[in-house]
């Protein structure tokens, strides 16, 4: 995937505020954008996906937003608790090969409380 | 309910040395299976992609290989390991079709 090899961005927010990590991505063929979670030591942990044809989708505590006129993705995260503290990854999904996902840098987030 | 087992948990290799590392999937069939690699404090890297048995497609040039012997069996291979294949292994299963990929606790590999 783009960007592996560069280092992870960084956020810090404070309890209870709201929380927006972005991505930019590059293939306009991926036909859907997906959010991970990853704690330390462990494996990617799906969030929420959205379908290339939308451009907000909403779960619990967490909205995805999709800008494809700028390639854009962001996941916000309502009244961010400690619990989430992780690095958090975009990934799109390509089809016309196959089912393969292909991940972002990341972005690693702090929760101070 | 479907589970992924992933060993070993670490591994310290020298250099030269050969490398097997297993993954297998529980309570499911025909999965779509993964390889990745993650560098510390990077991003995850799409190393191998198989759709079934002895079906691996490649994503990168390197000096790993992949094979799928079994339907949920996937091991990640490589003669002779050198310093920059250090990095997290994680192994990783989807359904077709279906955008949720489940990765299992991965492997720190240091090769030294």
């Known amino acids: 995937g783009e960007n592996v090899g560069l280092h992870l961005p960084t956020l810090s927010v404070q309890e209870g505020d709201n929380s927006i990590i972005n991505c930019a991505y590059s293939?306009?063929?991926?036909?859907?954008f997906i959010w991970y979670k990853q704690e330390s030591g462990k494996g990617p942990q799906f969030i929420i996906d959205?379908?290339?044809?939308?451009d907000k989708r909403q779960g619990q505590r967490v909205t995805v937003l999709l800008n494809k006129t700028v390639k854009h993705l962001s996941l916000q995260i309502a009244a961010t608790q400690p619990g989430d503290s992780a690095v958090y990854f975009c990934?799109?999904?390509?089809?016309?090969?196959?089912?393969?996902?292909?991940f972002g840098t990341g972005t690693s987030l702090t929760v101070i409380p | 309910s479907q589970t992924i087992h992933q060993w070993p948990a670490t591994l310290v290799q020298p250099v030269g040395s050969p490398l097997s590392l297993e993954c297998t999937v529980e309570?499911?069939?025909?999965?779509?299976l993964y390889w990745y690699r993650q560098a510390a404090g990077r991003g995850l890297q799409l190393l191998f992609y198989?759709?079934?048995?002895?079906?691996i497609s490649s994503e990168v040039p390197q000096n790993l290989s992949a094979s799928r012997p079994q339907d949920r069996q996937f091991i990640l291979s490589s003669k002779k390991l050198l310093l920059s294949d250090s990095g997290f292994y994680l192994c990783?299963?989807?359904?077709?079709?279906?955008?949720?990929?489940?990765f299992g606790q991965g492997t720190r590999l240091t090769v030294v």
């Open positions: 990783a299963w989807s359904n077709w079709g279906e955008t949720e990929a489940f």
């Open positions: 293939n306009s063929a991926s036909d859907y």
């Open positions: 959205i379908r290339s044809n939308m």
């Open positions: 990934a799109e999904r390509r089809r016309q090969t196959g089912n393969q996902f292909y």
């Open positions: 309570g499911t069939s025909n999965p779509n």
């Open positions: 198989s759709i079934g048995i002895d079906q």
